[in-house]
């Protein structure tokens, strides 16, 4: 019989010694796979954001569905003074998806998040969050994500449909979509993202905050594969957009195939596409088709556009 290791859990100071000097900027580079764990594409959109006198953590966004996220974590066991400040920080931003993240969710705090998924409606979700630290003998420690409390997906699912909100086109979409993402996500290591949204477009992070890739529906008869540009001023999303134009050859070279260049003067954003013509009242096999092409653009575009998008935003910020 094989000698097997045994796994350890350490103490999280041993990687973290303080939450707001150490844990925090940490997870906000990583929030990615604290996304991954939850089934969400997350994309940080601030660090310590105020709300009168209080600051959260981390606000973010669900690339997905476009719904705002705020995060706040401890490195130590939850208690009432954070739960109070996460509901004010829920209401203050007007978020759909509220996490805390915590060495340990006491029972009373994970009795009340579930109190919170089972009364709220079916567009606010509260999830919490074990962060562990893991070591197995002597090698490196690793961090690990668990969700102990999390919505429950089946009845907020059917309390949804009994309101009647989601329309045929948008099931449509959704239908569409969930396929998509599960290909993405199983086959490609693509995303972290789960459940598809009723809504005609699905972006997914690229690797910096503000320019995700898209799979949209346009309101022109064409289906769209899409990064979008919108770092937060003008200014800045032009002077990506013209750095990455100037290499408009190179990169449609490493492609294959041609882009539509939409600098948008007069719109704060920008946007590079591909397109094809495609609707969501499409046959099914001619959706197939069109699901297929998408996930190979979008595999495309992560490959050789995000590597650029990266070095264009480090060289205008140095």
């Known amino acids: 019989m094989k ?3 045994k796994l350890k859990r350490l103490n999280l100071r041993e990687a973290w010694t303080k939450e707001a000097g150490d844990f925090t900027p940490w997870l906000a580079d990583n929030i990615e796979y604290l996304g991954a764990a939850l089934g969400m594409d997350l994309e940080l959109k601030a660090r310590e954001a105020s709300i009168g006198d209080f600051s959260l953590d981390l606000l973010a966004k669900d690339l997905g569905s476009g719904r705002t996220v705020v995060i706040e974590n401890q490195l130590t066991q ?5 739960l109070g400040k996460l509901l004010t920080y829920a209401a203050g931003f007007g978020a759909s998806v509220v996490i805390w993240v915590a060495e340990t969710i006491r029972e009373e705090h994970r009795q009340a998040l579930e109190w ?3 009364r709220t409606d079916t567009d606010t979700e509260f999830f919490g969050v074990v962060v562990e630290l893991l070591q197995i003998d002597d090698s490196k420690p690793a961090y690990n994500f668990k969700p102990v409390v999390f919505p429950n997906e089946w009845q907020k699912t059917k309390r949804s449909q009994t309101t009647g909100r ?3 086109k948008g099931e449509a979409y959704r239908q569409y979509y969930q396929p998509l993402i599960d290909e993405l996500r199983e086959k490609h290591k693509f995303t972290g993202a789960r459940i598809a949204q009723p809504q005609s477009w699905y972006a997914f992070s690229a690797g910096t905050s503000g320019v ?7 309101g022109d008869g064409t289906a769209r594969v899409e990064l979008y540009i919108d770092l937060g001023t003008v200014e800045a ?6 750095w990455l134009q100037n290499q408009k050859d190179s990169i449609e070279k490493q492609l294959g195939f041609s882009l539509q260049w939409e600098r948008l003067d ?4 920008s946007r590079i596409y591909v397109s094809r013509s495609g609707s969501i009242e499409s046959t099914a096999e001619e959706l197939e088709q069109l699901r297929k092409w998408q996930i190979e653009k979008l595999l495309h575009f992560k490959k050789i556009l995000a590597p650029l998008v990266k070095a264009g935003v480090k060289q205008a910020s140095a």
């Open 3 to 5: 000698v097997l290791s």
């Open 78 to 82: 939850t208690d009432h003074d954070h």
């Open 116 to 118: 919170l998924n089972q």
């Open 166 to 168: 989601v329309s045929t």
């Open 212 to 218: 995700p890739v898209s799979a949209v529906f346009a």
């Open 237 to 242: 999303n032009k002077a990506l957009f013209d």
């Open 266 to 269: 007069g719109k704060r954003a």
